[in-house]
């Protein structure tokens, strides 16, 4: 991409508008007179545009849980032609059957940077995941590494929602909905089957996705918290209508069970002019995150931290959570204060936007990712035990760091790039090398 091309994406994303709440019934329209009032379908819809509903829950679904859209665009989407399915590069997709799942603590490097022109589609990147796509159940963790902006192409996922989360190199993401800016420290959400390009506010951009098959990720019940705190519904943006009105071929890439689709169009479908509903993107600032903590002693599980919960079928155990390590103060007294030592049922897979993380002194890096997988016992590497263990614990800011984890509660399959990748750490064991035994009966 050119410097001025990213220079235009930037100019954009700098006087984008937003409608702000989570899951709100925003309705927007980019000319107006363009959405129809008191009705979905008349009989012709305003400006010659075409109504189209979007779906993104069964019709019947309780209204709580509901997801869809009304869109009036240039041209219906029905109109294209047959799609042909392309090789996937590195993209792959649940059932992850390539290897075996694997008990051991596994951690990579930051994904190495694209030879040659690389979007984002094609820099995307799969390193794991579980379930099946066609169950709709299940998850897979993505990374991406790109350079050059989606031009004249465009990805939709029939799979499931994008959990996009930069890392490094902000993006614009053009979307059927409008348009939508994520810098590092934020983190967008594509909805199933929204289609959208991507492109870069600077000369790179590295991140990681969350593909999330399941149900669509909603804010986590408060409880004894309140009615406020974690990520407050008000924080989360989304787009107003902006559309693009372009002829000529454009590449639609559509994942469908799995596999990549693709067809060429002799329009953008970014052609919507108005739309209202609730099956939506957003973006969320991870700083806006409200943290809550022990003050008095021990460190709370880390589900005190999650931004965003897709629930499973049974209450309390999540198909994937994102869960945030946002810059906080830790106060507890006589308590071990980073990570303790612990084996999970639920499967961890972790990600740092910047800095550092609490519980690992050395090796995590930003762009790098760990797995700890079903039942893996982990914790504090050795430096951060001996150093948290011996610790004046007067009140402590924790702010040189971001970090995530994607929590799940099937184990994670990773996928044979991800096992061979030469970016994986070997040796990740030996932070937990050299803990000695202190028992003194
Ligand atoms: O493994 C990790 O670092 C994530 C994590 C953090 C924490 O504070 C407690 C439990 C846990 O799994
Ligand atoms: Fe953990």
């Keep these: 991409m050119t410097g001025t091309a990213n220079e235009q994406a930037r100019k954009t994303a700098?006087?984008?508008?937003?409608?702000?709440?989570?899951?709100?019934?925003?309705?927007?329209?980019?000319?107006?007179?363009?959405?129809?009032?008191?009705?979905?379908?008349?009989?012709?819809?305003?400006?010659?545009?075409?109504?189209?509903?979007?779906?993104?829950?069964?019709?019947?679904?309780?209204?709580?849980?509901?997801?869809?859209?009304?869109?009036y665009r240039i041209r219906p989407s029905a109109a294209h032609p047959p799609f042909v399915r392309v090789e996937p590069r590195a993209v792959r997709s649940a059932p992850f059957t390539e290897c075996v799942?694997?008990?051991?603590?596994?951690?990579?490097?930051?994904?190495?940077?694209?030879?040659?022109?690389?979007?984002?589609?094609?820099?995307?990147?799969?390193?794991?995941?579980?379930?099946?796509?066609?169950?709709?159940?299940?998850?897979?963790?993505?990374?991406?590494?790109?350079?050059?902006?989606?031009?004249?192409?465009?990805?939709?996922?029939?799979?499931?929602?994008?959990?996009?989360?930069p890392e490094r190199g902000g993006l614009l993401l053009r979307t059927e909905l409008g348009l939508l800016r994520a810098v590092p420290g934020?983190?967008?959400?594509?909805?199933?089957?929204?289609?959208?390009?991507?492109?870069?506010?600077?000369?790179?951009?590295?991140?990681?996705?969350?593909?999330?098959?399941?149900?669509?990720?909603?804010?986590?019940?408060?409880?004894?918290?309140?009615?406020?705190?974690?990520?407050?519904?008000?924080?989360?943006?989304?787009?107003?209508?902006?559309?693009?009105?372009?002829?000529?071929?454009?590449?639609?890439?559509?994942?469908?069970?799995?596999?990549?689709?693709?067809?060429?169009?002799?329009?953008?479908?970014?052609?919507?002019?108005?739309?209202?509903?609730?099956?939506?993107?957003?973006?969320?600032?991870?700083?806006?995150?409200?943290?809550?903590?022990?003050?008095?002693?021990?460190?709370?599980?880390?589900?005190?931290?999650?931004?965003?919960?897709?629930?499973?079928?049974?209450?309390?155990?999540?198909?994937?959570?994102?869960?945030?390590?946002a810059p906080r103060w830790l106060v507890g007294e006589d308590t071990f204060r980073p990570p303790y030592f612990h084996r999970n049922v639920m499967t961890e897979y972790m990600g740092l936007i910047e800095g550092a993380y609490d519980a690992k002194a050395e090796g995590f890096v930003p762009g790098g990712g760990s797995l700890h997988n079903m039942m893996s016992a982990h914790g504090p590497d050795r430096e951060t035990f001996d150093r948290a263990s011996a610790a004046e614990l007067v009140p402590q800011k924790i702010d040189d760091g971001l970090a995530f984890m994607f929590e799940t509660r099937w184990p994670l399959t990773l996928t044979a790039q991800a096992r061979d990748a030469g970016h994986l750490q070997r040796g990740y064991d030996d932070v937990w090398q050299g803990l000695q035994r202190h028992f003194r009966p």
């Excluded at 067809?263 to 002019?273: E, G, M, N, R």
């Design 14 to 71: 700098e006087g984008l508008v937003y409608a702000t709440g989570f899951g709100n019934e925003h309705s927007s329209e980019a000319v107006p007179g363009a959405l129809p009032l008191g009705r979905n379908a008349p009989q012709r819809a305003p400006l010659g545009l075409y109504a189209e509903q979007l779906s993104g829950s069964a019709f019947t679904e309780p209204r709580a849980t509901n997801h869809r859209s009304w869109l």
């Design 101 to 165: 799942p694997d008990p051991n603590r596994l951690r990579w490097n930051p994904l190495p940077a694209p030879e040659g022109p690389t979007d984002f589609l094609d820099g995307l990147w799969t390193l794991g995941g579980n379930g099946d796509a066609t169950q709709r159940s299940g998850m897979a963790v993505h990374l991406y590494h790109a350079n050059s902006a989606m031009e004249r192409r465009v990805f939709s996922d029939a799979d499931g929602e994008l959990l996009i989360v």
């Design 186 to 325: 934020e983190v967008a959400l594509i909805p199933r089957g929204v289609r959208f390009r991507v492109e870069l506010l600077d000369a790179t951009a590295r991140g990681y996705v969350c593909e999330n098959y399941g149900q669509p990720f909603r804010l986590p019940d408060l409880g004894p918290i309140g009615a406020n705190g974690l990520a407050n519904a008000r924080d989360f943006r989304a787009p107003v209508a902006a559309y693009e009105d372009v002829e000529g071929p454009v590449e639609v890439v559509n994942k469908f069970c799995g596999s990549l689709w693709t067809a060429t169009y002799d329009h953008s479908p970014l052609d919507v002019v108005a739309w209202h509903g609730n099956h939506a993107p957003y973006v969320y600032d991870l700083r806006r995150f409200n943290v809550i903590g022990s003050i008095s002693y021990d460190h709370p599980d880390p589900s005190i931290f999650t931004v965003l919960t897709s629930p499973s079928d049974t209450p309390g155990l999540a198909g994937v959570d994102f869960v945030v390590f």
